[in-house]
């Protein structure tokens, strides 16, 4: 069965897809919206570079230059993405670097319980340890077979399927391994610290004690 539930502009849609695949409030939109704050960064593969730093096993910073980065193991993965703007875009096919691939090669020490990930002009987004280390999770250069544009995170961004997309830095640059949560740019600005679409945790105002830091 399916069931019409997304609207365009007080428009009804039916989609064909079952209502069970949209998490509460969510709509599917035409076409992929661009959504971010600030320009587009130019993309420079000289000076490049992705770094993991902060609580390393060893306490040495992992730096890999775009070539270096080249090199790293690909995956896979078939996922949505949900905006809390409320657009979802269903069944992407993702390609690029496991943040578990990134784990393995950069092991965090035992007292990391949370990581900061950062993108270009200081966009920053913070996750559990095990939300970025869950299967989904993927720094992605392609999105269905096709290189990412610009204003989609060319070179490379994070995806985040199980929570809000903001939890997905795009133009990323480096991951910071924390040994206590610290709200990256949105959760410092009113949106929910965790961020699950399927709890609708849009903003910060709905935590619950321990859900994030003090703001
Ligand atoms: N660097 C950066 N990444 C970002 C954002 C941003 O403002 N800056 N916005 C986030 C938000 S709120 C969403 S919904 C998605 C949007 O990705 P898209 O523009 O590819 O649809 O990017 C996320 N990643
Ligand atoms: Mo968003």
């Keep these: 069965m399916t069931t019409p539930f997304s609207r365009i502009g007080g428009k009804k849609r039916t989609d064909g897809v079952s209502a069970d695949r949209l998490p509460p409030g969510q709509y599917i939109p035409r076409g992929w919206p661009v959504l971010h704050y600030g320009p587009v960064p130019k993309f420079k593969p000289d000076s490049w ?19 270096d980065f ?33 784990l393995s090669l950069a092991p965090p020490s035992d007292a990391v319980t949370h990581v900061m990930v950062w993108a270009e002009y200081g966009y920053s987004a913070n996750l559990t340890l095990a939300d970025f280390a869950s299967t989904g999770t993927m720094f992605v250069t392609h999105k269905d077979g096709e290189p990412l544009t610009a204003e989609h995170g060319f070179p490379l961004r994070l995806v985040v399927p199980h929570l809000y997309a903001w939890k997905g830095p795009k133009w990323a640059r480096g991951v910071e391994y924390l040994t206590e949560d610290r709200r990256g740019f949105w959760e410092e600005r009113g949106y929910h610290n965790r961020a699950d679409p399927w709890l609708e945790q849009r903003y910060s105002y709905q935590e619950a004690p321990g859900d994030g830091p003090e703001l």
């Design 49 to 67: 570079d992705f770094k993991v730093f902060g609580g390393t096993a060893t306490g040495e910073e992992r730096r890999w230059t775009w070539a």
């Design 70 to 102: 080249g090199r790293l193991p690909r995956a896979e993965v078939n996922a949505d993405f949900h905006c809390v703007t409320k657009f979802s875009i269903l069944d992407s096919t993702w390609r690029g670097v496991s943040a578990s691939t990134l």
